[in-house]
């Protein structure tokens, strides 16, 4: 039992610290009163509620920031909140999916008052924990076997609307693929034509399509082409697991650096539960993502079939180009019969799958160690 009196202020205790913490240890933000000895926030929380957080916490408050499920716009929080740490004498503590190295500031102060647990591990940990909302359950039950590919896309972000763009162009079906586009996490599950227009706009103004691309893409009927993956947050049931059958899991991260803010000057990789995915449903994965990220999957051991995919994109510099290359090299694979060098290459997916429990194991030992050794010291 936690003796500690620890407030979650944004809801994240059960997605970061799973089953090390029971719901009675601690309070929501709807019955906070008094000070606290740990405060654990997500990084919106941080950025937008701040003030409010300190209402809460004294000299001897730990406040933790959880950054492993969120991507977007990395530097700009980066730089509030060594900034906002740099003014407080709270003790911080930021719990990151990248590797960063946060002498990089060089002030002395952020040393004394600032503690940082970062590794890949976490993110696994984050999103395949039993405990978690965002835990991807039955896993060992979905399996690739036919020829074909997924894309499923719910949040509308310009990269995933110049990829369905670049698809129609191609006439590459978009039979298994989703195109929700809605707001995205708390905007809810309907397709928001509002925010899918201005992605056009967007593109249109930085001269990434023409009018007639923009005609093209607004001609669609998006609402009939369902997201099948609106369970990103909850469990994979028997139809999800359906619809992972194709072998090709082409996945758009949240970030690939086609919006400002996406990059970090650091070249900063992050992962969502998107990068586990195809791992988890042993496919061969394409990934539209931030130049790098491949590489860092290579550098953890994972198996990105080398000896098949030609991946001359990965380090592309130029977003719309490389999206191009991606799709050059998805159509080369759809002409190949995938389905029977899965089967001569079995146990290559089956070492990725395992991969992902031994990363899980992991990060779940570094939450160990950091809630019961670190925090409560």
Same mark, same amino acid.
């Not at 650096?257 to 070249?267: I, L, R």
């Not at 719309?320 to 991606?326: L, V, Y």
């Given at each position: 039992?936690?003796?500690?009196?620890?407030?979650?202020?944004?809801?994240?205790?059960?997605?970061?610290?799973?089953?090390?913490?029971?719901?009675?240890?601690?309070?929501?933000?709807?019955?906070?009163?008094?000070?606290?000895?740990?405060?654990?926030?997500?990084?919106?929380?941080?950025?937008?509620?701040?003030?409010?957080?300190?209402?809460?916490?004294?000299?001897?408050?730990?406040?933790?920031?959880?950054?492993?499920?969120?991507?977007?716009?990395?530097?700009?929080?980066?730089?509030?909140?060594?900034?906002?740490?740099?003014?407080?004498?709270?003790?911080?503590?930021?719990?990151?999916?990248?590797?960063?190295?946060?002498?990089?500031?060089?002030?002395?102060?952020?040393?004394?008052?600032l503690k940082i647990l970062q590794g890949f591990d976490l993110v696994f940990y984050a999103f395949l924990n039993k405990s978690s909302d965002n835990r991807l359950d039955n896993a060992n039950e979905i399996f690739a076997n036919t020829n074909g590919f997924i894309s499923l896309n719910n949040s509308c972000r310009l990269h995933r609307v110049y990829l369905l763009l670049q698809l129609l162009k191609r006439n590459i079906s978009i039979e298994n693929c989703s195109f929700l586009f809605s707001t995205g996490g708390h905007g809810g599950s309907k397709f928001n034509k509002g925010v899918f227009e201005d992605c056009i706009e967007h593109l249109l103004i930085s001269n990434s399509i023409n009018n007639s691309d923009a005609s093209l893409l607004?001609?669609?009927?998006?609402?009939?082409?369902?997201?099948?993956?609106?369970?990103?947050?909850?469990?994979?049931?028997?139809?999800?697991?359906?619809?992972?059958?194709?072998?090709?899991?082409?996945?758009?991260?949240?970030?690939?650096?086609?919006?400002?803010?996406?990059?970090?000057?650091?070249?900063?990789?992050?992962?969502?539960?998107?990068?586990?995915?195809?791992?988890?449903?042993?496919?061969?994965?394409?990934?539209?993502?931030?130049?790098? $990220?491949?590489?860092?999957? %290579?550098? @953890?051991?994972? *198996? =990105?079939?080398?000896?098949?995919? !030609?991946?001359?994109?990965? &380090? +592309?510099?130029?977003?719309?180009?490389?999206?191009?290359?991606? $799709?050059?090299?998805?159509? %080369?694979? @759809?002409?190949? *019969? =995938?389905?029977?060098?899965?089967? !001569?290459?079995?146990?290559? &997916? +089956?070492?990725?799958?395992?991969?992902?429990?031994?990363?899980?194991?992991?990060?779940?030992? %570094?939450?160990?160690?950091?809630?019961?050794?670190?925090?409560?010291?």
């Amino acid at each position: 039992m936690i003796t500690k009196k620890i407030l979650d202020f944004d809801y994240q205790l059960n997605r970061i610290f799973g089953k090390f913490i029971s719901q009675k240890e601690y309070d929501r933000p709807d019955i906070a009163e008094g000070i606290y000895d740990i405060i654990v926030c997500h990084r919106e929380g941080f950025q937008d509620n701040f003030n409010n957080i300190l209402k809460y916490a004294n000299y001897n408050t730990k406040i933790v920031v959880d950054v492993t499920t969120e991507s977007g716009n990395l530097q700009m929080f980066l730089d509030d909140f060594f900034e906002k740490v740099s003014n407080h004498s709270n003790q911080f503590y930021l719990i990151i999916d990248s590797n960063i190295d946060y002498y990089i500031y060089h002030h002395e102060f952020y040393y004394k008052n600032l503690k940082i647990l970062q590794g890949f591990d976490l993110v696994f940990y984050a999103f395949l924990n039993k405990s978690s909302d965002n835990r991807l359950d039955n896993a060992n039950e979905i399996f690739a076997n036919t020829n074909g590919f997924i894309s499923l896309n719910n949040s509308c972000r310009l990269h995933r609307v110049y990829l369905l763009l670049q698809l129609l162009k191609r006439n590459i079906s978009i039979e298994n693929c989703s195109f929700l586009f809605s707001t995205g996490g708390h905007g809810g599950s309907k397709f928001n034509k509002g925010v899918f227009e201005d992605c056009i706009e967007h593109l249109l103004i930085s001269n990434s399509i023409n009018n007639s691309d923009a005609s093209l893409l607004k001609s669609i009927d998006l609402p009939k082409n369902l997201d099948y993956d609106l369970n990103q947050y909850s469990y994979i049931n028997n139809q999800i697991n359906e619809l992972y059958r194709p072998i090709i899991n082409l996945v758009t991260e949240n970030v690939i650096g086609m919006t400002h803010g996406d990059a970090s000057e650091y070249d900063l990789i992050t992962f969502t539960e998107k990068i586990i995915k195809p791992f988890l449903a042993k496919q061969i994965p394409l990934f539209i993502a931030l130049p790098g $990220l491949q590489q860092t999957l %290579r550098d @953890l051991g994972f *198996d =990105l079939f080398d000896d098949l995919i !030609q991946t001359n994109y990965e &380090f +592309e510099t130029n977003h719309e180009n490389r999206i191009k290359m991606i $799709l050059d090299e998805l159509e %080369r694979l @759809l002409k190949l *019969d =995938l389905v029977e060098y899965k089967k !001569q290459n079995e146990f290559r &997916f +089956e070492n990725n799958y395992k991969l992902l429990e031994t990363l899980t194991n992991s990060g779940e030992e %570094r939450m160990k160690s950091f809630l019961y050794e670190e925090i409560l010291k």
